[in-house]
């Protein structure tokens, strides 16, 4: 199993400015995974953050929006950029060393006002 | 593409009763595996139960056991003496080698245990 961290656990911005999210994880991983979960919505996936590459992103999102950084196999981070209220969400980072064992981190609330 | 679709928004249940949560999915891939999520208030995910698209026996976990369909493309989650503390938002979701090991997660599903 994978135990993970994120910090911040919660944050209020304002709108105009920039968070980066923390992502620790207690051993070393290739897949690691950031989510977007909308208030009262579902988990959608933002990107595939890759060890030594260029970030994957899924349709919707961007880099210049969501830059995402991983500079060895247990520790990622996720900016979100230029705030808006909209980006109020909880981001989820996770991990998937097998497509049946996945585990998340305990997410971070953010609230842009 | 993969998708996922939860068609109960929200669920309730007596305590002590029996529970089922309804998905269906979509894949034209063979191997694969899928998911149940348990999201409490403290938003941490919590994994429920996990089946292997290649196992015919369903899975079961303590009072949580699936109704895995592979043909009619269906599993449901049920919840057998139902507790207070699974009051929560559940996922179904679905992961595989070759999608990159992303997880697809359904729309979730609110369930309310009355005591």
């Known amino acids: 199993s994978a135990v993970i961290s994120q910090k911040p656990s919660r944050d209020i911005c304002q709108r105009g400015t920039s968070l980066t999210i923390q992502c620790q994880v207690d051993?070393?991983?290739?897949?690691m995974f950031w989510y977007r979960q909308q208030p009262g919505q579902s988990l959608t996936l933002i990107a595939t953050?890759?060890?030594?590459?260029?970030?994957?992103?899924e349709s919707g999102f961007v880099i210049d929006k969501f830059p995402i950084s991983r500079p060895n196999l247990t520790f990622s981070t996720l900016t979100v950029s230029n705030m808006s209220p909209e980006d109020s969400s909880i981001y989820l980072c996770?991990?998937?060393?097998?497509?049946?064992?996945?585990?998340f981190g305990p997410g971070t609330r953010l609230t842009v006002t | 593409a993969q998708t996922v679709t939860q068609s109960q928004p929200e669920m309730s249940v007596q305590e002590a009763e029996t529970v089922t949560l309804s998905c269906t999915y979509d894949?034209?891939?063979?191997?694969?595996?899928l998911f149940w999520y348990k999201q409490p208030p403290s938003r941490q995910m919590i994994l429920v139960i996990r089946?292997?698209?290649?196992?015919?026996q369903n899975a079961t976990e303590n009072r949580f056991s699936v109704n895995f369909q592979k043909a009619a493309k269906s599993f449901s989650l049920k919840i057998s003496d139902s507790q207070l503390g699974d009051a929560a938002m559940y996922f179904c979701?679905?992961?595989?080698?070759?999608?990159?090991?992303?997880?697809?997660f359904g729309a979730g599903t609110i369930l309310r245990v009355k005591s």
């Open positions: 996770s991990v998937g060393p097998e497509a049946y064992e996945q585990y």
């Open positions: 051993s070393q991983v290739t897949m």
């Open positions: 953050a890759n060890q030594g590459s260029e970030a994957t992103y």
């Open positions: 894949t034209s891939e063979s191997d694969y595996y």
């Open positions: 089946q292997e698209a290649y196992k015919q």
């Open positions: 979701a679905y992961s595989s080698m070759e999608y990159g090991n992303k997880l697809v």
